[in-house]
């Protein structure tokens, strides 16, 4: 069987291609890997042709792959938002302490943790900060680079800690597959 990851890995890179770079270029990238059309929202996409097209936005799009790929997130992370999370369960998040908030959310991106990163494993720890640790990313499996690359992944956890959390809640990744570590860390914080 495939390996597979949620469709908004691919999805939501369209609208922020579009509006960053242009729909030619979205097309121009898309196209050569089978995205154009855009595929099934509703169905789960091969994770490795996920993982060329983002490797193929760094390489095409140096200049603005990263404002891209935070863009997707946040819009990801929209989507989770407005799917994913039934809203009562948000209203009461929001209504929390954010001590108290974060590990119910935390456990709730474990459940959901497969739409978002495929075969690659996610663990947390409870914080300030929390930490997510994805061994094995298939997003970046392969890739090497001199810094950290998920700036996707890290804008997913920033918008929904943001919006269930705390405003001032910030993800980093502190540390890489792609850099050479045994897998991404992504630490959220709101005391700053
Ligand atoms: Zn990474």
Same mark, same amino acid.
């Given at each position: 069987?495939?390996?597979?990851? !949620?469709?908004?890995?691919?999805?939501?890179?369209?609208?922020?291609?579009?509006?960053?770079?242009?729909?030619?270029?979205?097309?121009?990238? +898309?196209?050569?890997? !089978?995205?154009?059309?855009?595929?099934?929202?509703?169905?789960?996409?091969?994770?490795?042709?996920? =993982?060329?097209?983002? *490797?193929?936005?760094?390489?095409?799009?140096?200049?603005?792959?990263?404002?891209?790929?935070?863009?997707?997130?946040?819009?990801? *992370?929209?989507?989770?938002?407005?799917?994913?999370?039934?809203?009562?369960?948000?209203?009461?998040?929001?209504?929390?302490?954010?001590?108290?908030?974060?590990?119910?959310?935390?456990?709730?991106?474990?459940?959901?943790?497969?739409?978002?990163? !495929?075969?690659?494993?996610?663990?947390?720890?409870?914080?300030?900060?929390?930490?997510?640790?994805? =061994?094995?990313?298939?997003?970046?499996?392969?890739?090497?680079?001199?810094?950290?690359?998920?700036?996707?992944?890290?804008?997913? +956890?920033?918008?929904?800690?943001?919006?269930?959390?705390?405003?001032?809640?910030?993800?980093?990744?502190?540390?890489?597959?792609?850099? !050479?570590?045994?897998?991404?860390?992504?630490?959220?914080?709101?005391?700053?």
């Amino acid at each position: 069987m495939t390996a597979r990851i !949620g469709p908004n890995a691919v999805l939501q890179l369209a609208p922020a291609m579009d509006r960053i770079a242009g729909e030619g270029a979205r097309r121009a990238l +898309f196209a050569p890997l !089978g995205f154009d059309p855009l595929p099934d929202p509703t169905a789960m996409i091969d994770e490795t042709r996920v =993982a060329a097209l983002h *490797g193929a936005l760094r390489r095409q799009h140096p200049e603005n792959a990263r404002k891209i790929a935070i863009a997707a997130g946040q819009g990801t *992370g929209d989507y989770i938002l407005a799917n994913r999370i039934p809203r009562g369960a948000q209203s009461l998040l929001r209504a929390l302490p954010a001590r108290l908030a974060a590990p119910i959310l935390t456990r709730a991106i474990l459940a959901h943790g497969w739409t978002f990163c !495929g075969t690659g494993s996610l663990t947390a720890k409870s914080g300030p900060p929390v930490v997510f640790t994805l =061994a094995d990313n298939p997003i970046i499996r392969g890739e090497r680079a001199l810094a950290p690359l998920c700036h996707w992944h890290a804008a997913v +956890f920033e918008r929904l800690f943001t919006r269930l959390v705390h405003p001032r809640a910030h993800a980093v990744e502190t540390a890489c597959c792609a850099t !050479g570590a045994p897998a991404c860390r992504f630490e959220i914080d709101w005391r700053h």
